[in-house]
């Protein structure tokens, strides 16, 4: 009898494989970093070979140290960076140029061309997407018109492109598909009729050759090749990182919301089975589609959550992991009056303002590093607040608690400010690991691993609940200070 659901969860900074039991309790696990890219201002490429080696050295490893065979699997479940935009050459199997990351911003112009044309609307009505350099639609046409001889080839059907889950897919199977989760982020796919659409990849000049097949996000889709892992087994659940984390976190009712603080912040909220089309610049997406049904989230992306934190590794040295942010932070009682808002790569959710840089304001001779931490983890709730003032005016529905997870939900100090600067209580759950735990449940659904949602949604369990504490005058004070800095930060490289 099978044992496990092997999770590949391929992140922006690392990838990994976590073995899930019956319980959703993580049996084993293994990470691996891989290089970053940046070889532009704005520009920031993977390499997508190394993608793959890792992913592939990552599973091995976490099914050799916990003794587990293939024989063991009883399914394999993938999530992915989203928008990571990757072409490769169908015979070969080999990238023909770097894959363009979701932050990069080289295809801004595409899309301000796009939108002075007056194509902005049938974008978002279509797409539920706003028009901008986030998504993969524009990469790719950038790619194309920029690879030597990669049109010519794309209009022969040499090359096919995909995002990171379609990537992994054909170097595991041979096969070329994705799911409607990942299909949903690429300005090329009509979220309602849940089809390629042809009149968007005309004005993207996309042949329609080169789109990977949509498949359910729960179900059989392909198997993997026997020599990879020791035999055949059954990749049955894909889906986008953050609609898998929302599928983790057991919000599958209209009102549920949940925060992943990973190198990006996404906030997610269930919205039925409709698209609830965005009037607060928020993006309407397919959360994930199973047997006789489609579910929708209104979501809104913060583009610099824990890559913020990596800044203050990386860019000033002043922590040397990022576990060290927390007590630095707590070393001083306050901010000293120090806002920074880190649009390294432009503002996202709701401001999509992508000549937005990174910018702080209120330093006095007496600012150290501490309140620059501080600083630092107060933005990345800040700019969710942000996003949730717009996600409530859309869905008409009050947030009674939002759900938590990803890397920097383990910072008690930043957990508490969020609870605090949303006035509502913010709930962590015993695993934080939810975005591969989504991928996990879509796949053992699909197999009978789990019988039901039901059961999936029972298995859920509340690590920490924190209250909100703040007073509402100081939390409307913090906001309005919090927004001028804002301000200060937008259309500064224009």
């Known amino acids: 009898m099978t044992k496990f659901i092997l999770a590949i969860d391929q992140g922006t900074t690392s990838s990994r494989a976590i073995?899930?039991?019956?319980?959703?309790?993580?049996?084993?696990?293994?990470?691996?970093?891989?290089?970053?890219?940046f070889p532009q201002p704005g520009w920031v490429e993977h390499d997508a070979s190394e993608i793959w080696t890792s992913q592939r050295a990552v599973i091995d490893q976490v099914l050799r140290t916990n003794?587990?065979?293939?024989?063991?699997?009883?399914?394999?479940?993938?999530?992915?960076?989203?928008?990571?935009?990757?072409?490769?050459?169908?015979?070969?199997?080999?990238?023909v140029a770097p894959a363009i990351v979701w932050q990069d911003r080289r295809s801004t112009p595409c899309c301000e061309a796009l939108r002075e044309a007056g194509h902005e609307a049938l974008f978002q009505q279509k797409t539920g997407l706003v028009l901008d350099a986030y998504f993969s639609g524009p990469k790719l046409k950038w790619l194309l018109d920029h690879v030597p001889g990669a049109r010519a080839r794309a209009e022969r059907g040499e090359l096919a492109f995909g995002t990171v889950d379609s990537w992994?897919?054909?170097?595991?199977?041979?096969?070329?598909?994705?799911?409607?989760?990942?299909?949903?982020?690429?300005?090329?796919f009509n979220i309602h009729t849940g089809q390629w659409d042809d009149e968007l990849l005309a004005l993207l000049d996309i042949p329609a050759g080169l789109l990977p097949h949509v498949v359910a996000s729960s179900g059989v889709a392909a198997?993997?090749?026997?020599?990879?892992?020791?035999?055949?087994?059954?990749?049955?659940?894909?889906?986008?990182?953050?609609?898998?984390?929302?599928?983790?976190?057991?919000?599958?009712?209209?009102?549920?919301?949940?925060?992943?603080?990973?190198?990006?912040?996404?906030?997610?909220?269930?919205?039925g089975q409709a698209a609830t089309i965005s009037q607060n610049k928020l993006i309407s997406t397919i959360g994930w589609s199973l047997p006789g049904r489609t579910d929708y989230l209104l979501e809104g992306s913060v583009f610099m959550a824990g890559a913020a934190i990596q800044?203050?590794?990386?860019?000033?040295?002043?922590?040397?992991?990022?576990?060290?942010?927390?007590?630095?932070?707590?070393?001083?009682?306050?901010?000293?009056?120090?806002?920074?808002?880190?649009?390294?790569?432009?503002?996202?959710?709701?401001?999509?303002?992508?000549?937005?840089?990174?910018?702080?304001?209120g330093m006095t001779r007496g600012t150290?590093?501490?309140?620059?931490?501080?600083?630092?983890?107060?933005?990345?709730?800040?700019?969710?607040a942000d996003v949730?003032?717009?996600?409530?005016?859309?869905?008409?529905?009050?947030?009674?608690?939002?759900?938590?997870?990803?890397?920097?939900?383990?910072?008690?100090?930043l957990m508490q400010f969020q609870a605090d600067i949303l006035g509502v209580p913010v709930v962590r759950p015993v695993v934080t690991e939810t975005t591969?735990?989504?991928?996990?449940?879509l796949a053992g659904l699909a197999v009978g691993f789990w019988a039901s949602q039901e059961e999936i949604a029972a298995q859920w369990q509340m690590e920490r609940r924190f209250e909100p504490a703040m007073a509402k005058q100081e939390r409307v004070q913090r906001l309005g200070e919090w927004r001028r800095a804002v301000e200060r930060s937008r259309a500064w490289s224009q």
Not at 337 to 346: I, S, Y
């Open 368 to 384: 150290n590093k501490s309140h620059i931490a501080r600083a630092t983890l107060e933005s990345i709730a800040l700019q969710s």
């Open 223 to 271: 198997h993997t090749d026997a020599s990879l892992f020791g035999a055949a087994l059954p990749i049955a659940g894909i889906a986008g990182d953050q609609q898998a984390a929302t599928f983790g976190q057991a919000c599958h009712s209209p009102g549920m919301a949940k925060n992943t603080y990973g190198t990006g912040c996404f906030m997610l909220m269930h919205t």
């Open 436 to 441: 591969a735990l989504g991928a996990a449940f």
């Open 388 to 413: 949730l003032d717009a996600m409530q005016a859309d869905a008409a529905m009050p947030l009674t608690q939002l759900r938590v997870d990803g890397g920097c939900a383990r910072n008690n100090l």
């Open 168 to 188: 992994l897919i054909f170097k595991m199977s041979g096969k070329h598909l994705t799911d409607p989760s990942n299909a949903a982020r690429t300005l090329m």
């Open 67 to 95: 003794n587990v065979a293939a024989a063991d699997i009883a399914a394999v479940g993938i999530t992915n960076q989203r928008e990571t935009t990757v072409l490769w050459e169908r015979a070969s199997g080999e990238p």
């Open 311 to 361: 800044w203050l590794r990386d860019g000033l040295g002043i922590i040397e992991h990022a576990d060290q942010v927390e007590d630095l932070a707590l070393a001083v009682p306050d901010n000293g009056g120090v806002l920074f808002v880190p649009a390294f790569a432009g503002l996202g959710a709701p401001h999509w303002d992508a000549y937005a840089r990174g910018t702080m304001v």
């Open 19 to 37: 073995l899930f039991d019956r319980a959703g309790h993580i049996h084993g696990a293994a990470q691996q970093e891989f290089r970053q890219f």
